[in-house]
């Protein structure tokens, strides 16, 4: 009996990348048994586009919706709200696990697997290694496997010191198994998801993808595929600009809050998120970047309060903290 996947595509206002990722799914060499489409909200011609491949979707919220079509079978989720990428793998996860797919494979909308990538995944997948993940190297993107976190030296906080990883072309064989990932193409085992639960979805956006691994490798190794090939359709380019935003404010609260839960001693419970602080204060200072003050404050609070959720609105700029 072959095992069933379903794919979970969250999306937001990327209907031209979300088309082009339904034509990369439909060329897979293993096809699934259902491409599951969770919309946040959408405003833009999201709903349009899909007719146009060929999906007749109403836009109507709070409904699943299923069509199959020659095409394979469809499944659309229009949330009746914005709820992030953490609230929309929540979601999506969710769904796909409570109608027992075996496998689901989570990415964003701007993804594009190679046609071998779900194959691949599949064959590396198994009872002991429950998570397996794609690289994103290409020609145009350097991705790198995180095999190790430092949760336990408060005096180690910056994520570029905490994490330990490997770029491709160190990484020795097929396969190495990690400790981080993002929500951007890994295969999870439905009966781990059924184990630990479903993303947080409070964290709105940033660190979703890092905690749900974080409980994942509690249960299960996960491992980085070096031959199974995803490509990100958006580059990111670092800015010159140092000025923190809604963005920055979500990955410092997450941040902090990731570090009281799951410091494995009480210096980094209580001691990293304020040493962590205190440095970014102090870089403010020097580059007069008041408003960065303002954003890491309200976001080490939030922390400390525990006050999760959609608390700042996308494209907040420091200074309207």
Not at 32 to 60: H, V, W, Y
Request: glycine content about 4%; proline content about 3%.
């Amino acid at each position: 009996m072959s095992e069933s996947i379903c794919i979970v595509i969250v999306t937001y206002n990327r209907c031209e990348y979300l088309i082009n990722l339904l034509d990369a799914l439909l060329n897979q060499s293993t096809q699934p048994e259902a491409i599951l489409i969770f919309d946040n909200f959408s405003s833009d011609n999201t709903i349009q586009k899909l007719r146009d491949f060929g999906l007749d979707f109403m836009n109507t919220v709070d409904v699943l919706q299923e069509r199959t079509t020659q095409k394979g079978r469809f499944l659309y989720y229009r949330n009746g709200f914005n709820s992030g990428g953490s609230g929309g793998f929540y979601s999506g996860i969710k769904l796909a696990s409570e109608m027992n797919f075996d496998y689901i494979w989570c990415m964003d909308d701007d993804v594009l697997p190679d046609k071998e990538c779900l194959e691949v995944l599949m064959e590396n997948v198994s009872e002991d290694n429950r998570i397996v993940i794609p690289t994103r190297t290409d020609d145009k993107y350097k991705d790198f496997a995180v095999t190790k976190v430092n949760m336990s030296n408060p005096f180690i906080y910056k994520i570029t010191s905490r994490k330990t990883w490997l770029y491709n072309e160190e990484i020795k064989g097929d396969v190495v198994e990690i400790v981080d990932m993002p929500f951007e193409g890994p295969l999870i085992a439905n009966s781990l998801v059924k184990e630990i639960g479903l993303p947080n979805k409070d964290l709105f956006i940033i660190f979703d993808d890092s905690e749900y691994a974080y409980r994942a490798s509690k249960k299960t190794k996960l491992l980085y595929c070096k031959r199974a090939v995803l490509h990100k359709q958006i580059i990111p380019v670092a800015s010159s600009d140092s000025t923190f935003n809604w963005k920055n404010y979500y990955g410092w609260r997450n941040q902090f809050w990731f570090d009281k839960k799951y410091g494995t001693n009480v210096f980094v419970k209580l001691l990293r998120p304020y040493l962590q602080s205190f440095d970014l204060y102090l870089r403010a200072i020097v580059k007069r970047k008041w408003s960065n003050i303002k954003v890491v404050h309200r976001a080490l609070h939030d922390a400390n309060k525990n006050l999760f959720g959609k608390l700042v609105e996308p494209g907040t700029k420091g200074e309207d903290f």
